[in-house]
């Protein structure tokens, strides 16, 4: 048998021991991140707190859909200071945008203690399709905790009185998750 016959015959027998990777299976560390993607929200906020992001406009710049936002929260005190974090699904970790902001008794985020909050805080976000956007409002006491999740242009399949909405879990929709909601159904 000669060298390059061998080389062949050594590459195809390591070839044919390896196990193809099921693209199903999704290792641990994706999990999580589809996790943190999926339970976003309400569900990792300090009691009785809640933020909502209040679209304010949508244009296009140099071919690229932009999209502002305003932040308001219930339920928080307005005598303490925030971080304001965002998470993308890129990075493996939150980074704050602002420093320190404020909240106004009516609930805007504010980036100044002086009365009237003119103008409030707006966030300009460039998404991709169905990219959703983390945003983490952090006290600066640590006690209070409030999470948001925006999908400025979202992938949104209807029929009657039911959707379903698909979310980039990671960068180039690899991974998706998927929301489900019946307009149908009353909450009691």
Known sequence: MNQLTFSFLMAALLLA?????????????????????ANWG????????????????RTQRDGKLVVMYDIHVTGASDKQPYSLMQWPITEAAPHTILEEAF??????????????????????LLPAKAE???????????????????VPDPIVGEDKGCSLEAVRGTPGLKRRCCVAKDSRRTKS
């Open 17 to 37: 021991a390896q196990k193809p990777q099921d693209p199903n299976t999704i290792s641990p560390e994706m999990e999580q991140r589809l996790n943190l993607v």
């Open 42 to 57: 309400e569900s990792l906020n300090s009691k009785g707190t809640k933020a909502e992001m209040v679209e304010t406009g």
């Open 103 to 124: 909240l106004d008794p009516d609930g805007h985020l504010c980036g100044t203690r002086e009365k009237g909050c003119k103008p409030p805080v707006q966030i300009g």
């Open 132 to 150: 959703p956007f983390r945003i983490l409002l952090l006290s600066k006491n640590g006690k209070t905790r409030i999470a948001v999740m925006v």
